[in-house]
């Protein structure tokens, strides 16, 4: 088993432009109008950015790119997206040419209920040729391989979900394949959970399609924006708690007081997906 600390510290810096063609791929899926140049550009659309352009070949068996280039080759199979902490010091612009220095600042072993789990913390500086300037703090949890026994039913739905806040926004999401498709293309994210069905059935044992987590987040920060437009985030922290499938319609709910502001998914189960909490300028 390598020595993961030998990994913590090490860089890569990608160079990246926020093309009209890229927000109008984002916009489209969104069933929003298409941005202009110069236009903001949203700070859950950061995630459409920064792809690399991986050569079929390098593909491992989840259909990500094999390990042990910049991320580390951690030994557990099954990889999830656990969340995020961006910050938002000026915000990019559609049509800006921005760089991103990312540097791997943690990586801890533990044991929880499914076994053994790794999280791996990447810290992401993107600084844009026009001034714009974010931070995230991304976290990615690892996994034991799935048994081989049929994935599991859903579980009783719940009477309500305790979201801890009253929400003062809400919207149903029905994920089908074509909006994971569409999340799946923009993004250039490659991981076979959110497309092929037999694998993520037969092989990770899922009940369906997982929708992104970074999808989930962005629906999430859409719902924000059209509720409150015009407000600017300064920050906010996602927390993805359950994975999300594309079986059933999901809840997205939200509200704001002051400048602080939460938002929620809600599984068909009443469960909480996802969480975020942040600050608006």
């Known amino acids: 088993m390598p020595n993961y600390a030998d990994w ?16 109008a791929r984002m916009a489209g899926l969104l069933d929003r109008p298409r941005p202009a140049a110069g236009d903001a550009w949203p700070p859950a659309w950061i995630w459409a950015l920064f792809w690399p352009a991986m050569r079929h070949d390098e593909a491992g068996p989840d259909g990500h790119s094999a390990r042990g280039k910049f991320l580390p080759p ?6 999830m997206w656990a969340g995020s902490t961006v910050t938002i010091d000026m915000p990019l612009t559609v049509g800006e040419a921005a760089r991103r220095t990312s540097t791997i600042a943690d990586i801890a072993e533990k044991t929880g209920r499914s076994g053994e ?7 992401h500086l993107i600084e844009g040729a026009n001034g714009g300037r974010m931070r995230e703090s991304q976290r990615i949890a690892y996994r034991e391989a799935a048994s081989a026994t049929p994935p599991q039913a859903a579980p009783e739905r719940r009477a309500t979900a305790d979201i ?3 929400p003062q926004w809400r919207r149903t999401i029905t994920p ?3 909006l994971l498709f569409q999340y799946s293309a923009v993004t250039y994210n490659t991981h076979r959970i959110h497309y092929d069905h037999p694998y993520a059935t037969g092989v990770e ?7 992104h987590g970074p999808l989930t987040a962005t629906l999430l920060m859409d719902l924000l924006a059209a509720s409150l437009p015009g407000r600017q985030v300064a920050e ?4 993805a708690m359950r994975p999300l499938y594309a079986v059933a319609p999901f809840e997205i709910v939200g509200g704001a007081e002051g400048n602080a502001f939460q ?12 969480r975020i909490e942040g600050i608006l300028v």
């Open 8 to 23: 913590i510290g090490k860089s890569e810096t990608v160079d990246d432009v926020a093309t009209e063609l890229v927000a």
């Open 74 to 79: 951690i030994h557990l199979p099954r990889r």
């Open 117 to 123: 789990l790794v999280f791996l913390t990447v810290d």
């Open 164 to 166: 801890g806040f009253e």
């Open 176 to 178: 089908d394949p074509v």
């Open 205 to 211: 044992g899922y009940p369906g399609l997982i929708v």
């Open 236 to 239: 906010f922290k996602v927390t």
């Open 263 to 274: 938002l929620a998914a809600i599984d068909h189960a009443n469960e909480i997906a996802m």
